[in-house]
């Protein structure tokens, strides 16, 4: 079956960088378009950013554009998230996606393979 593992998650400070990564597994990965969104408890699922599958093209929830980076691996099963100047506000729980589509939707309804998520929380 599909499953999506995520990593890389953790406590950082304001200003700090991490790298989440997703592998995934059951699917033809290379197939899929990927995304990552996050959640806040109370809150809403939000896309942070997708890349589809054929070309590449990448997408970005806006108040993250130029400090997130989204790539993948399709050797490796692996797609990941590069996020940069972390804010208090960016501090949610993760969750990396899949859909066998080249669209990159931005509502979560669109999506049907899920991780688990991992915990980023940032300290101010």
């Known amino acids: 079956q599909v499953q999506l593992v995520e990593s890389g998650g953790g406590l950082v400070q304001a200003g700090d960088s991490l790298r989440l990564s997703c592998v995934g597994s059951?699917?033809?990965?290379?197939?899929?378009?990927m995304g990552w969104f996050r959640q806040v408890l109370g809150k809403e699922r939000e896309f942070v950013a997708g890349?589809?599958?054929?070309?590449?093209?990448?997408y970005y929830l806006d108040s993250m554009k130029g400090r997130v980076t989204i790539s993948r691996d399709n050797a490796k099963n692996m797609v990941y998230l590069q996020m940069s100047s972390l804010k208090p506000e960016d501090t949610a729980v993760y969750y990396c996606?899949?859909?066998?589509?080249?669209?990159?939707?931005?509502?979560?309804?669109?999506?049907?393979?899920w991780g688990q998520g991992t915990q980023v929380t940032v300290s101010s």
């Open positions: 890349i589809a599958w054929t070309d590449n093209n990448t």
């Open positions: 996606a899949a859909r066998r589509s080249n669209v990159v939707p931005f509502y979560t309804q669109a999506w049907a393979y």
């Open positions: 059951g699917f033809t990965f290379s197939t899929y378009a």
